[in-house]
């Protein structure tokens, strides 16, 4: 049977608050109590955690509301286990820093969310690890690039900002056969893609984009085994324990309240991602969306997705220049109201931006080329407020008027 992340996400008990109530309680303590002094040292040995039936210690460690969030994140990923931290890209640097020291090698797809290039291309070389940057489409360049002291493959399913769609399954293959393991950043397709589903080691989240999906907040998930899990909490060695991005138990809980209606906003972004990039397309307007089948990774985003789920709520379009790109985000912004001039992605309202000059300005211009990042290419992380056929005419007048067409 197929993975369905709306069901496992209710097959889990939901959690229920301390008096009964139908909202989880939460846990804002920093420390907790031991009833026998004996405990601590136990607990510290890592012989007696909360996990082992024992109790908790300390919130950096083990927040009781943090892992109600975390469970859930868990079930619907479809992994053993997970962990909450303070931001996606903690997440992300937790993960390959525990995966990773000094000497060591990752091969990570070129089109990465710009601060995750910056930290493979200039933070991890100044500490001994190295990156080999390659096209997520090409499995055979991955292979290629890896060497003898590759620990990693890094990708995201659906590539920032170009939407290049990556081979996951072919990718965990190649890993596995290396015995190397591949992380999945899946922050654009939350429940449209499961990775571990598909052979992923670990997924890695910024839960400020969809998963919140009220861009309200900053946090972010590790999905993996429960191995990977306790080594990234472990309190003598754990990167997430030691390097400290702790989620504040109020933010897992404000998250854990909108899982429930993930299912219906995943489905309603991809609805009308599609929509208006059929639209675009039909008037000969520069769009991308993986879910055109003019889209060069299309059958295979297609093979797999979960059903149900559409292709995910981006879309980009190629104004050619940074002057067009503006032009066509103020008549969005200021004459249709169709989008704010935004970065991040996932709000209920349309954000539009500009990545070349916003969220992958780390990326050298040189390298933007090669990996068809145009500098007028505006990113667009289609909201579902308002209806959608105002929101079609609204983007065709703008596409219009700003000459794309
Ligand atoms: C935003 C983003 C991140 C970083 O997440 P933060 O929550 O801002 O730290 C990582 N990966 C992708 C794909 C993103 O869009």
């Given at each position: 049977?197929?993975?369905?992340?709306?069901?496992?996400?209710?097959?889990?008990?939901?959690?229920?608050?301390?008096?009964?109530?139908?909202?989880?309680?939460?846990?804002?303590?920093?420390?907790?109590?031991?009833?026998?002094?004996?405990?601590?040292?136990?607990?510290?040995?890592?012989?007696?955690?909360?996990?082992?039936?024992?109790?908790?210690?300390?919130?950096?460690?083990?927040?009781?509301?943090?892992?109600?969030?975390?469970?859930?994140?868990?079930?619907?990923?479809?992994?053993?286990?997970?962990?909450?931290?303070?931001?996606?890209?903690?997440?992300?640097?937790?993960?390959?820093?525990?995966?990773?020291?000094?000497?060591?090698?990752?091969?990570?797809?070129?089109?990465?969310?710009?601060?995750?290039?910056?930290?493979?291309?200039?933070?991890?070389?100044?500490?001994g690890i190295q990156t080999t940057l390659v096209d997520p489409t090409n499995v055979s360049a991955f292979e290629k690039a890896i060497t003898p002291a590759t620990k990693v493959l890094y990708t995201e399913v659906v590539g920032n900002p170009t939407l290049?769609?990556?081979?996951?399954?072919?990718?965990?293959?190649?890993?596995?056969?290396?015995?190397?393991?591949?992380?999945?950043?899946?922050?654009?397709?939350?429940?449209?893609?499961?990775?571990?589903?598909?052979?992923?080691?670990?997924?890695?989240?910024?839960?400020?984009?969809?998963?919140?999906?009220?861009?309200?907040?900053?946090?972010?998930?590790?999905?993996?085994?429960?191995?990977?899990?306790?080594?990234?909490?472990?309190?003598?060695?754990?990167?997430?324990?030691?390097?400290?991005?702790?989620?504040?138990?109020?933010?897992?809980?404000?998250?854990?309240?909108?899982?429930?209606?993930?299912?219906?906003?995943?489905?309603?972004?991809?609805?009308?991602?599609?929509?208006?990039?059929?639209?675009?397309?039909?008037?000969?307007?520069?769009?991308?969306?993986?879910?055109?089948?003019?889209?060069?990774?299309?059958?295979?985003?297609?093979?797999?997705?979960?059903?149900?789920?559409?292709?995910?709520?981006?879309?980009?379009l190629d104004c050619g220049t940074v002057q067009r790109a503006e032009k066509t985000m103020s008549l969005l912004q200021n004459e249709e109201g169709f989008g704010y001039i935004a970065v991040s992605l996932g709000y209920f309202d349309t954000l539009i931006?500009?990545?070349?000059?916003?969220?992958?300005?780390?990326?050298?211009?040189?390298?933007?080329?090669?990996?068809?990042?145009?500098?007028?290419?505006?990113?667009?992380?289609?909201?579902?407020?308002?209806?959608?056929?105002?929101?079609?005419?609204?983007?065709?007048?703008?596409?219009?008027?700003?000459?794309?067409?």
């Amino acid at each position: 049977m197929r993975f369905d992340p709306e069901r496992a996400l209710v097959e889990i008990k939901r959690e229920f608050g301390e008096h009964g109530g139908v909202c989880p309680s939460i846990e804002r303590s920093s420390t907790f109590t031991v009833l026998e002094p004996g405990t601590m040292p136990e607990i510290f040995g890592g012989l007696r955690g909360p996990d082992k039936g024992g109790c908790f210690l300390y919130s950096r460690h083990f927040n009781p509301t943090v892992d109600v969030l975390a469970r859930s994140l868990a079930a619907m990923e479809g992994t053993e286990y997970a962990v909450c931290t303070a931001s996606g890209i903690s997440a992300i640097s937790c993960t390959l820093l525990q995966l990773c020291t000094h000497g060591d090698h990752i091969v990570a797809s070129d089109t990465v969310y710009g601060g995750t290039h910056a930290l493979l291309a200039e933070t991890f070389p100044q500490m001994g690890i190295q990156t080999t940057l390659v096209d997520p489409t090409n499995v055979s360049a991955f292979e290629k690039a890896i060497t003898p002291a590759t620990k990693v493959l890094y990708t995201e399913v659906v590539g920032n900002p170009t939407l290049k769609v990556a081979d996951i399954r072919a990718l965990a293959n190649l890993a596995h056969d290396r015995g190397i393991r591949l992380v999945v950043d899946n922050t654009f397709t939350p429940m449209v893609i499961s990775p571990a589903q598909l052979g992923a080691d670990v997924v890695v989240y910024s839960l400020t984009k969809f998963v919140n999906g009220a861009s309200d907040m900053i946090a972010g998930a590790v999905c993996a085994t429960k191995d990977f899990i306790f080594q990234l909490m472990d309190l003598h060695t754990g990167r997430v324990m030691l390097l400290g991005p702790t989620m504040d138990p109020r933010t897992a809980f404000d998250i854990y309240q909108r899982l429930p209606h993930l299912a219906l906003r995943m489905r309603e972004h991809s609805r009308r991602a599609l929509a208006i990039a059929q639209r675009l397309e039909s008037i000969g307007a520069p769009v991308v969306y993986p879910g055109l089948e003019s889209h060069p990774q299309h059958a295979l985003m297609r093979s797999m997705g979960n059903e149900g789920f559409g292709f995910g709520g981006l879309l980009t379009l190629d104004c050619g220049t940074v002057q067009r790109a503006e032009k066509t985000m103020s008549l969005l912004q200021n004459e249709e109201g169709f989008g704010y001039i935004a970065v991040s992605l996932g709000y209920f309202d349309t954000l539009i931006s500009c990545s070349g000059s916003s969220t992958s300005s780390e990326i050298p211009p040189e390298d933007r080329e090669r990996i068809g990042l145009s500098p007028g290419l505006l990113r667009i992380a289609v909201g579902y407020s308002g209806t959608l056929e105002d929101r079609m005419a609204q983007i065709e007048r703008a596409v219009r008027k700003a000459e794309l067409v």
